[in-house]
C-alpha cells in the first residue's frame, strides 16, 4: 500500500517568512496530493489539492509543488502570518485506493 | 463542514461501557471513515466503508465496530475491549476514491 513521510514534524518561522512542508510518497500510481490544515481542537480542512497532470498549483499565499520522478510534493506558505499556525497533513490517493496521510507538521509563526 | 454531523460532541465513557458515536451526512456521498486522533498526533485509521452494507478494517480496527445500512449514517462503537480510547475521533465522507475528504466536526471521548 501507500506509504507517505512527511518532514519536518514541527516547524517555528517568523511572521512574514517562508514555510516549507515537503512529503514523499511510495506508491507511483498516486494522482492525488491534497494538503489539510487543522487548528487546535478544528476539524482538518482542505486548503489545496494537486493532480499529477500538473506540476505546481497556487492560491494566493499558498502553492503546492509536485514532482511526479523523484515522487515527492511540497507545501508553500509565503508571507507567513501568525494566523497560519495549525498542524498541516499531505496526503496522497490513487483511483483504486483510499487516501493515505503523512504524519503531520505543527507549524507555529512567530509574531 | 456542514453537510456531516457528528454527535456527541463530547462523550464520556465508564469502564466497561460500549458507546456509540454519531456520523451524518447529506452530501450523497458513497465512501466515509472514521480516524482516531491522539493529543499531538495524525490522523489513524480505524474503519471505512464505500458503499452501503460494507466496510473494511483501517490501522487500529481493535477495539471498535461499525455498520453502514443507510448510505447517510456510519456510527462508531467503541467497545470495553478498547483499553484506550481516550481520543478526538473523526468522520469523514468522500465522494469518490481519489477526492477531498470533508471532516465533521469530531467528538471528543474521553474515560471517567
Known amino acids: 500500500g501507500e506509504n507517505v513521510e512527511q518532514h519536518p514534524s514541527t516547524l517555528s518561522v517568523q511572521e512574514g517568512d517562508s514555510a516549507v512542508i515537503k512529503c514523499t510518497y511510495s506508491?507511483?500510481?498516486?494522482?492525488?496530493f491534497p494538503w489539510y490544515k487543522q487548528e487546535l481542537g478544528k476539524r482538518p480542512q482542505l486548503i489545496i489539492d494537486i493532480r499529477s497532470n500538473v506540476g505546481e498549483k497556487k492560491d494566493q499565499r499558498i502553492a503546492v509543488t509536485l514532482n511526479k520522478t523523484a515522487k515527492h510534493f511540497s507545501l508553500h506558505i509565503t508571507e507567513t502570518q501568525p494566523e497560519d499556525s495549525a498542524v498541516y497533513f499531505c496526503a496522497a490517493s490513487n483511483p483504486g485506493s483510499r487516501l493515505t496521510f503523512g504524519e503531520g507538521t505543527q507549524l507555529t509563526v512567530n509574531p | 463542514d456542514g453537510g456531516i454531523t457528528q454527535s456527541p460532541k463530547y462523550l464520556f465513557r465508564k469502564e466497561g461501557q460500549n458507546v456509540t458515536l454519531s456520523c451524518e451526512q447529506n452530501l450523497n456521498h458513497d465512501a466515509m471513515y472514521w480516524y482516531r486522533q491522539d493529543p499531538g498526533q495524525g490522523l489513524r485509521l480505524i474503519y471505512y466503508s464505500q458503499i452501503v452494507n460494507d466496510f473494511q478494517k483501517g490501522d487500529i480496527a481493535e477495539g471498535y465496530s461499525v455498520s453502514r445500512e443507510k448510505k447517510e449514517s456510519f456510527p462508531l462503537t467503541v467497545t470495553s475491549a478498547q483499553k484506550n480510547p481516550t481520543a478526538f475521533y473523526l468522520c469523514?465522507?468522500?465522494?469518490?476514491?481519489?477526492?477531498?475528504?470533508?471532516f465533521g466536526s469530531g467528538t471528543q471521548l474521553s474515560v471517567l
Open positions: 469523514a465522507t468522500q465522494r469518490s476514491y481519489n477526492e477531498k475528504l470533508f
Open positions: 506508491d507511483s500510481a498516486s494522482n492525488y
